[in-house]
């Protein structure tokens, strides 16, 4: 599952534990991005704090792991890279499965690459509050679409709960509360932060 993570949330390890289920999946790799070129409009946190989060929060799940190639890559984060490299690191016979909520994949025909990337993984689309999950208009079987539970969370709203003094407890793990404040992450000004 590749996210920016700033910060990880619940709804973020809602869904990859639901999609794990359905296809029953030995691991969910959690890869955090290094530069998200489509976020570049947006203040994002050092790679190296959104990793620790990820870690943090996956860290009680014995089948969660998190990698560091996208934030180990320099350059803007593609998913043809961080697929490419998980494949290197898992070895070329292991099925790849890339996790994505409903707004990430309404944008998939522009990413990088866009044809070779569906031959590398299969593609699964989660149901996301406020967003409609609609297939691309993808051939068929190019991507699945699955409904999890609904968590109306997202890691702008946290953020901005965070700059305005209000709690953010229950909406991410314990830990992630905890890192937030010693590293006093999202205190300052954010600029185009909100949705
Ligand atoms: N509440 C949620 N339910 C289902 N999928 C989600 C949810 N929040 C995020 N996702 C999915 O997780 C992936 C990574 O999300 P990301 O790290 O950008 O978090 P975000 O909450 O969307 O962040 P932001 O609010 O900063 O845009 C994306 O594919 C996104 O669609
Ligand atoms: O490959 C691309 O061009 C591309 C463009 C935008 C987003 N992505 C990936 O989509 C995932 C979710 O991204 P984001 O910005 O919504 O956190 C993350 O793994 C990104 O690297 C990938």
């Known amino acids: 599952m590749g996210g920016t993570f700033d910060p990880i949330h619940h709804g973020h390890l809602v869904a990859a534990s639901e999609v794990a289920h359905h296809y029953d999946l030995d691991e969910v790799v959690f890869v955090p991005t290094g530069q998200p070129w489509q976020k570049a409009d947006k203040i994002v946190s050092a790679p190296e704090d959104r990793y620790l989060m990820t870690v943090i929060a996956t860290a009680s799940n014995p089948r969660f792991s998190v990698s560091r190639v996208d934030i180990d890559r320099s350059g803007p984060t593609f998913t043809i890279d961080t697929l490419r490299d998980i494949h290197r690191v898992y070895g070329p016979g292991v099925e790849l499965y890339f996790i994505t909520g409903a707004d990430a994949l309404a944008q998939i025909l522009s990413w990088r690459d866009v044809d070779e990337l569906f031959t590398i993984a299969h593609f699964v689309g989660c149901t996301r509050p406020g967003h409609t999950l609609q297939d691309p ?26 700059q305005a003094g209000q709690p953010i407890w229950y909406l991410v793990p314990d830990g992630i509360v905890q890192y937030i404040g010693k590293r006093a992450l999202y205190q300052g000004e954010i600029v185009g932060g909100g949705e």
């Open 137 to 162: 208009g993808l051939p068929e079987g190019m991507i699945s679409l699955i409904e999890i539970p609904a968590l109306s969370i997202s890691s702008s709203e946290c953020r901005d709960r965070v």
